[in-house]
């Protein structure tokens, strides 16, 4: 689940200090659901019709950036219909509701994580569901696309990791234990995982770490 607050944002991003560059894994997910055949995961739109651009830009920007690992690939892009392959990851295309930010705040997105059964949060209880496993709000999807695409591979949020600093924590947190697994012994303040973050875009440590998820 990917929030936006510009205040909070700002401030996060100044606490989380100069951006650093590494290239060995530092993140966490759970692999207790991860993708069989991770170099072609379906992906369709439920509503590419009503944003056309924004479906367009979205299928540019997670194929650009998940293109730099070794083995996660997306395939169709196409409008779901009853020849999408089962699983697959179906994206709604759509604006949170009233009492969506009345209640939860400015959620972007939402995106279950891996191919099956949700083992972190169930976007329909955000935004009511159309047969889709991942929502992004049309109006704020840049960002929000390459974050919920972490999710549905399997990784969870960054400052989730309990060696998070402390001006980078929200009260969610998910220790290392059972199919909660860590990479790296860092924090990466630059991963699109974590609202600590000055990024839209995978980081160098987000990469690495994909890789060691999806050998």
Do not use: K
């Amino acid at each position: 689940m990917r929030r936006f607050s510009t205040l909070l944002a700002l401030v996060l991003i100044n606490s989380c200090g100069a951006e650093t560059q590494h290239s060995s894994p530092s993140g966490i997910a759970d692999n207790s659901n991860l993708w069989p055949n991770p170099g072609a995961i379906p992906v369709c739109f439920t509503n590419s019709a009503d944003h056309p651009a924004v479906a367009l830009d979205v299928q540019r920007r997670v194929t650009r950036n998940y293109n730099q690992t070794q083995n996660i690939r997306f395939t169709g892009w196409g409008e779901c219909d009853n020849n999408t392959p089962s699983p697959a990851i179906r994206i709604g295309l759509t604006p949170v509701d009233f009492w969506t930010l009345i209640f939860i705040g400015n959620v972007t997105g939402c995106s279950q994580l891996g191919p099956g059964v949700d083992s972190f949060s169930d976007c329909t209880d955000i935004t009511p569901a159309d047969n889709f496993n991942m929502f992004i709000d049309p109006a704020q999807y840049v960002g929000t696309d390459v974050h919920e695409f972490g999710h549905a591979l399997g990784l969870r949020h960054e400052h989730a990791r309990t060696d998070a600093p402390v001006n980078c924590q929200t009260g969610e947190s998910a220790p290392e234990a059972g199919h909660i697994v860590y990479f790296g012994d860092d924090f990466d303040s630059d991963s699109v995982m974590g609202y600590c973050n000055g990024t839209n875009d995978l980081s160098a440590d987000d990469i690495a770490t994909l890789d060691a998820l999806y050998p």
